[in-house]
T-cell receptor
């Protein structure tokens, strides 16, 4: 049973560029959430996708956008990258409104 | 301002010692979860508590949810080097929002 997978593992970009991160949820899950974890801090909620729509959003600017595909996989897009966007980006999946979210290994984004 | 505050932020103890990590908030949560995160990996769920006053045990780990569902604690008995990691509490607000709010994290190091 495949868990949550994310790609790429690591990514280096320069300021002003755009980036797309990808996530495949755990088998049987239909809800995907994205989190940003800065070094030494707890994850911060970015947004959640369910039935291909953004269901909920945290306190992140519009530069952060996402998408969910019919197969429940998801993408996180960040435009006009800033140095402060450097972080570990985590994807989590769950089924419907159930409590337990399973996390992927994350994508480490470095913005130079 | 972080919704969930954890203390201590850092903890370094000798193998065999006991420790307690605290997770506090002024908000009420419908459920609270504890995760452990290793470097370069996503958080792994340890336990979910949903009832005020609930106590759950997982081998040498004891988790408690406060009566008012605003706080939680994690107690580790006879810590082992394998317990080393970042411990995160995370909760869902009683308002019904589906996203998790994470605590600030406690970095535990158990010295052999």
């Amino acid at each position: 049973d495949a868990g949550v997978t994310q790609s790429p593992t690591h990514l280096i970009k320069t300021r002003g560029q755009q980036v797309t991160l990808r996530c495949s949820p755990k088998s049987g899950h239909d809800t995907v959430s994205w989190y940003q974890q800065a070094l030494g801090q707890g994850p911060q909620f970015i947004f959640q996708y369910y039935e291909e729509e953004e269901r909920q959003r945290g306190n992140f600017p519009d530069r952060f956008s996402g998408h969910q595909f019919p197969n429940y996989s998801s993408e996180l897009n960040v435009n006009a990258l800033l140095l402060g966007d450097s972080a570990l980006y985590l994807c989590a999946s769950n089924l419907g409104s159930t409590d337990t979210q399973y996390f992927g290994p994350g994508t480490r984004l470095t913005v130079l | 301002t972080q919704l969930l505050e954890q203390s201590p932020q850092f903890l370094s103890i000798q193998e065999g010692e006991n420790l307690t990590v605290y997770c506090n908030s002024s908000s009420v949560f419908s459920s609270l979860q504890w995760y452990r995160q290793e470097p370069g990996e996503g958080p792994v769920l340890l336990v979910t508590v949903v009832t005020g006053g609930e106590v759950k045990k997982l081998k040498r780990l004891t988790f408690q949810f406060g009566d008012a569902r605003k706080d939680s604690s994690l107690h580790i008995t006879a810590a082992q080097p394998g317990d080393t990691g970042l411990y995160l509490c995370a909760g869902r607000l009683l308002t019904g929002a589906n996203n998790l709010f994470f605590g600030t994290g406690t970095r535990l190091t158990v010295i052999p």
